[in-house]
C-alpha cells in the first residue's frame, strides 16, 4: 500500500513557474514508477509525466515536453514536477501516482493538487 500526498500548487501567471511535490508513504516507494497526471477543467484526465525507478529514464507527454521536468528522491520517498514556462491551459488539477507494472495502469493516486495559470 502506497499513500500519496501533494503539495505546491497555486495560482501563478502566464510564463511563470511552480514547483510541484509528491510524499510517498511506505519502505517501496523505489519499487515504483512514478507519474503526474491532470485533469483540466471539463477535461479527462491526461498522462504528464513519468520517471524509472531508479530516475534514470524520464517520459513526457508531447504537450510539457521541454517545459515540465519530473524528477524523483528515493532516499526521501518523494517525486517532483519542475513547471516552467506556464501557460493557461496548464490549469489542472495535478494528480500523483505509482505504478508497479508500467507503462500498465497507475496502482496509487493521489487526491491532487490544484495549479491555476493566470493569462
Known amino acids: 500500500q502506497v499513500q500519496l500526498v501533494e503539495s505546491g500548487g497555486g495560482l501563478v501567471q502566464a510564463g511563470g513557474s511552480l514547483r510541484l511535490s509528491c510524499a510517498a508513504s511506505?519502505?517501496?516507494?523505489?519499487?515504483?514508477?512514478m507519474g503526474w497526471f491532470r485533469q483540466a477543467p471539463g477535461k479527462e484526465r491526461e498522462f504528464g509525466a513519468a520517471?524509472?525507478?531508479?530516475?534514470?529514464?524520464?517520459y513526457y507527454a508531447d504537450s510539457v515536453k521541454g517545459r515540465f521536468t519530473i524528477s524523483r528522491d528515493n532516499a526521501k520517498n518523494t517525486v517532483d514536477l519542475q513547471m516552467n514556462s506556464l501557460k493557461p491551459e496548464d490549469t489542472a488539477v495535478y494528480y500523483c501516482a505509482a505504478s508497479h507494472t508500467w507503462p500498465g495502469p497507475m496502482d496509487y493516486w493521489g487526491k491532487g493538487t490544484l495549479v491555476t495559470v493566470s493569462s
Open positions: 511506505g519502505r517501496t516507494f523505489s519499487m515504483y514508477v
Open positions: 520517471i524509472s525507478l531508479s530516475g534514470g529514464s524520464t
